[in-house]
Protein backbone atom coordinates (compact mmCIF):
# COMPACT_ATOMS: atom_id res chain seq x y z
CA UNK A 1 0.00 0.00 0.00
CA UNK A 2 0.78 3.79 0.06
CA UNK A 3 3.12 4.41 2.84
CA UNK A 4 5.44 7.62 3.60
CA UNK A 5 7.15 7.38 6.79
CA UNK A 6 9.69 10.07 8.21
CA UNK A 7 11.56 11.07 11.95
CA UNK A 8 9.35 12.60 14.44
CA UNK A 9 12.18 15.28 15.32
CA UNK A 10 15.09 16.77 14.43
CA UNK A 11 17.16 19.32 16.40
CA UNK A 12 20.05 21.34 15.00
CA UNK A 13 21.77 24.62 16.13
CA UNK A 14 21.53 27.99 13.98
CA UNK A 15 23.88 27.75 11.29
CA UNK A 16 23.98 24.20 10.99
CA UNK A 17 23.06 22.13 7.93
CA UNK A 18 19.66 19.89 8.55
CA UNK A 19 18.85 17.04 7.13
CA UNK A 20 15.40 15.84 7.25
CA UNK A 21 14.25 12.36 5.59
CA UNK A 22 11.44 10.30 4.10
CA UNK A 23 10.67 7.40 2.55
CA UNK A 24 7.73 6.27 0.23
CA UNK A 25 6.07 3.09 -1.11
CA UNK A 26 4.90 3.87 -3.99
CA UNK A 27 7.41 4.01 -6.99
CA UNK A 28 4.58 5.21 -9.47
CA UNK A 29 4.35 8.64 -8.00
CA UNK A 30 5.40 11.32 -10.52
CA UNK A 31 6.05 13.92 -7.98
CA UNK A 32 7.78 14.26 -4.61
CA UNK A 33 6.49 17.44 -2.47
CA UNK A 34 8.60 19.21 0.68
CA UNK A 35 5.74 21.06 2.79
CA UNK A 36 6.08 23.39 5.74
CA UNK A 37 4.07 23.97 8.37
CA UNK A 38 4.63 26.59 11.04
CA UNK A 39 2.66 27.13 14.29
CA UNK A 40 -0.98 27.52 13.41
CA UNK A 41 -1.03 28.39 9.79
CA UNK A 42 -1.34 25.74 7.07
CA UNK A 43 0.76 24.13 4.63
CA UNK A 44 3.49 26.15 2.67
CA UNK A 45 4.93 24.28 -0.57
CA UNK A 46 8.81 24.33 -0.53
CA UNK A 47 10.02 22.47 -3.27
CA UNK A 48 9.32 19.37 -4.90
CA UNK A 49 10.94 17.10 -7.38
CA UNK A 50 9.97 15.11 -10.52
CA UNK A 51 10.80 11.45 -10.34
CA UNK A 52 13.22 11.10 -13.08
CA UNK A 53 15.88 13.70 -11.10
CA UNK A 54 18.63 12.84 -8.75
CA UNK A 55 18.83 15.79 -7.10
CA UNK A 56 17.42 19.46 -7.28
CA UNK A 57 18.80 22.62 -5.07
CA UNK A 58 16.96 25.39 -4.61
CA UNK A 59 18.51 28.57 -2.76
CA UNK A 60 19.43 27.08 0.71
CA UNK A 61 17.58 24.34 0.09
CA UNK A 62 18.83 20.44 -1.86
CA UNK A 63 16.28 17.76 -2.24
CA UNK A 64 18.13 14.51 -3.08
CA UNK A 65 16.07 11.71 -4.26
CA UNK A 66 16.96 8.13 -4.40
CA UNK A 67 14.53 6.07 -6.39
CA UNK A 68 15.90 3.06 -5.87
CA UNK A 69 15.80 3.15 -2.31
CA UNK A 70 12.73 5.18 -2.55
CA UNK A 71 14.43 7.35 -0.12
CA UNK A 72 14.22 11.23 -0.57
CA UNK A 73 15.57 13.84 1.31
CA UNK A 74 15.38 17.89 1.93
CA UNK A 75 18.65 19.65 3.22
CA UNK A 76 18.48 22.95 4.68
CA UNK A 77 21.56 25.18 4.41
CA UNK A 78 22.72 27.45 7.37
CA UNK A 79 19.58 26.77 9.43
CA UNK A 80 17.80 29.85 10.81
CA UNK A 81 15.47 30.31 13.89
CA UNK A 82 12.72 31.08 11.25
CA UNK A 83 13.38 27.27 9.92
CA UNK A 84 12.00 26.27 12.88
CA UNK A 85 8.84 24.27 11.94
CA UNK A 86 6.92 21.05 11.17
CA UNK A 87 8.21 19.29 7.50
CA UNK A 88 5.76 16.91 5.35
CA UNK A 89 7.17 14.72 2.65
CA UNK A 90 4.28 13.49 0.63
CA UNK A 91 4.04 11.51 -2.46
CA UNK A 92 1.33 11.65 -5.37
CA UNK A 93 0.53 8.50 -6.57
CA UNK A 94 -1.90 10.10 -9.08
CA UNK A 95 -3.42 14.04 -9.46
CA UNK A 96 -5.21 15.11 -6.99
CA UNK A 97 -3.94 13.06 -4.25
CA UNK A 98 -1.30 13.16 -2.05
CA UNK A 99 0.42 10.73 0.80
CA UNK A 100 2.21 12.53 3.34
CA UNK A 101 4.29 11.02 6.53
CA UNK A 102 3.66 12.47 9.80
CA UNK A 103 6.19 15.43 10.05
CA UNK A 104 9.62 15.94 11.04
CA UNK A 105 9.76 18.94 13.65
CA UNK A 106 12.68 20.62 13.31
CA UNK A 107 13.83 22.81 16.40
CA UNK A 108 17.04 25.41 15.93
CA UNK A 109 18.67 26.41 18.64
CA UNK A 110 20.18 29.37 18.83
CA UNK B 1 -6.36 35.66 -6.48
CA UNK B 2 -7.42 35.14 -3.08
CA UNK B 3 -6.18 31.31 -3.15
CA UNK B 4 -7.86 28.61 -1.49
CA UNK B 5 -10.37 30.11 1.60
CA UNK B 6 -11.72 28.25 4.40
CA UNK B 7 -14.52 29.27 6.84
CA UNK B 8 -15.05 29.71 9.36
CA UNK B 9 -11.07 29.35 11.28
CA UNK B 10 -12.90 27.82 14.68
CA UNK B 11 -15.21 26.32 15.11
CA UNK B 12 -17.17 24.02 17.99
CA UNK B 13 -19.75 21.76 17.87
CA UNK B 14 -21.43 19.39 20.42
CA UNK B 15 -21.36 16.03 19.16
CA UNK B 16 -24.57 14.83 17.32
CA UNK B 17 -24.75 18.23 15.77
CA UNK B 18 -24.15 19.10 11.73
CA UNK B 19 -22.09 21.69 9.62
CA UNK B 20 -20.49 22.47 6.89
CA UNK B 21 -16.86 23.34 6.58
CA UNK B 22 -17.14 25.84 3.33
CA UNK B 23 -13.87 25.77 0.88
CA UNK B 24 -13.59 28.15 -2.17
CA UNK B 25 -10.60 28.74 -4.39
CA UNK B 26 -10.84 31.41 -7.63
CA UNK B 27 -7.35 29.60 -9.68
CA UNK B 28 -9.92 28.08 -11.92
CA UNK B 29 -8.35 24.49 -10.23
CA UNK B 30 -10.00 21.21 -11.31
CA UNK B 31 -8.70 19.39 -8.13
CA UNK B 32 -9.84 20.05 -4.87
CA UNK B 33 -9.35 17.69 -1.64
CA UNK B 34 -10.06 17.80 2.01
CA UNK B 35 -7.57 16.30 4.43
CA UNK B 36 -7.62 16.19 8.49
CA UNK B 37 -5.03 16.88 10.55
CA UNK B 38 -4.18 15.16 13.49
CA UNK B 39 -0.86 15.42 16.12
CA UNK B 40 1.75 12.29 14.81
CA UNK B 41 -0.14 11.29 11.83
CA UNK B 42 -0.14 13.72 9.44
CA UNK B 43 -2.11 14.75 6.90
CA UNK B 44 -4.94 11.98 5.69
CA UNK B 45 -7.14 12.60 2.92
CA UNK B 46 -10.94 12.42 3.71
CA UNK B 47 -12.61 13.05 -0.17
CA UNK B 48 -11.28 14.85 -3.40
CA UNK B 49 -12.96 15.92 -6.24
CA UNK B 50 -11.42 15.39 -9.70
CA UNK B 51 -14.18 18.03 -11.38
CA UNK B 52 -17.12 19.65 -10.88
CA UNK B 53 -19.97 16.73 -10.45
CA UNK B 54 -17.16 13.94 -9.23
CA UNK B 55 -16.18 13.14 -5.72
CA UNK B 56 -14.48 10.45 -4.60
CA UNK B 57 -13.73 8.80 -1.21
CA UNK B 58 -9.92 9.25 0.37
CA UNK B 59 -8.12 7.31 3.11
CA UNK B 60 -10.76 8.23 6.01
CA UNK B 61 -13.97 9.23 4.41
CA UNK B 62 -16.59 7.89 6.93
CA UNK B 63 -18.98 10.64 8.92
CA UNK B 64 -18.24 12.93 6.17
CA UNK B 65 -20.11 14.19 3.27
CA UNK B 66 -19.02 16.19 0.19
CA UNK B 67 -20.47 17.79 -3.26
CA UNK B 68 -18.92 19.63 -5.81
CA UNK B 69 -21.68 21.63 -7.85
CA UNK B 70 -19.09 24.33 -9.21
CA UNK B 71 -15.18 24.44 -9.69
CA UNK B 72 -15.14 27.24 -7.00
CA UNK B 73 -16.14 25.26 -4.06
CA UNK B 74 -16.04 21.91 -2.45
CA UNK B 75 -17.65 22.14 1.30
CA UNK B 76 -17.20 19.21 3.26
CA UNK B 77 -20.55 17.81 5.90
CA UNK B 78 -20.35 16.29 8.86
CA UNK B 79 -23.80 14.80 9.20
CA UNK B 80 -23.62 13.81 13.50
CA UNK B 81 -20.63 14.80 15.02
CA UNK B 82 -18.70 13.00 17.26
CA UNK B 83 -15.67 13.84 18.85
CA UNK B 84 -13.43 11.45 17.04
CA UNK B 85 -13.70 14.89 14.05
CA UNK B 86 -11.89 16.92 16.66
CA UNK B 87 -8.88 17.54 14.45
CA UNK B 88 -7.75 20.66 11.99
CA UNK B 89 -9.43 20.22 8.49
CA UNK B 90 -7.03 21.39 5.23
CA UNK B 91 -8.63 22.59 2.16
CA UNK B 92 -6.51 22.03 -1.46
CA UNK B 93 -6.84 22.46 -4.74
CA UNK B 94 -4.71 21.63 -8.04
CA UNK B 95 -4.63 21.95 -11.50
CA UNK B 96 -4.94 18.60 -13.99
CA UNK B 97 -2.23 17.18 -13.86
CA UNK B 98 -0.41 18.03 -17.90
CA UNK B 99 2.65 16.18 -19.17
CA UNK B 100 5.45 18.23 -17.68
CA UNK B 101 3.30 20.48 -15.10
CA UNK B 102 3.17 19.87 -11.67
CA UNK B 103 0.08 19.17 -9.91
CA UNK B 104 0.99 21.16 -6.85
CA UNK B 105 -1.75 20.95 -4.11
CA UNK B 106 -2.22 24.68 -2.89
CA UNK B 107 -3.43 24.60 0.79
CA UNK B 108 -6.02 27.14 2.66
CA UNK B 109 -5.25 28.06 6.46
CA UNK B 110 -6.96 25.16 8.12
CA UNK B 111 -10.52 25.09 10.59
CA UNK B 112 -9.91 24.08 13.80
CA UNK B 113 -12.69 22.08 14.86
CA UNK B 114 -13.65 20.43 18.38
CA UNK B 115 -16.62 18.34 19.07
CA UNK B 116 -17.40 17.88 22.99
Known amino acids: GEDVEQSLFLSVREGDSSVINCTYTDSSSTYLYWYKQEPGAGLQLLTY?????DMKQDQRLTVLLNKKDKHLSLRIADTQTGDSAIYFCAESPYTGKLIFGQGTTLQVKP | NAGVTQTPKFQVLKTGQSMTLQCAQDMNHEYMSWYRQDPGMGLRLIHYSVGAGITDQGEVPNGYNVSRSTTEDFPLRLLSAAPSQTSVYFCASSYSSLAGETDTQYFGPGTRLTVL
Open chain 1, 49 to 53: IFSNM
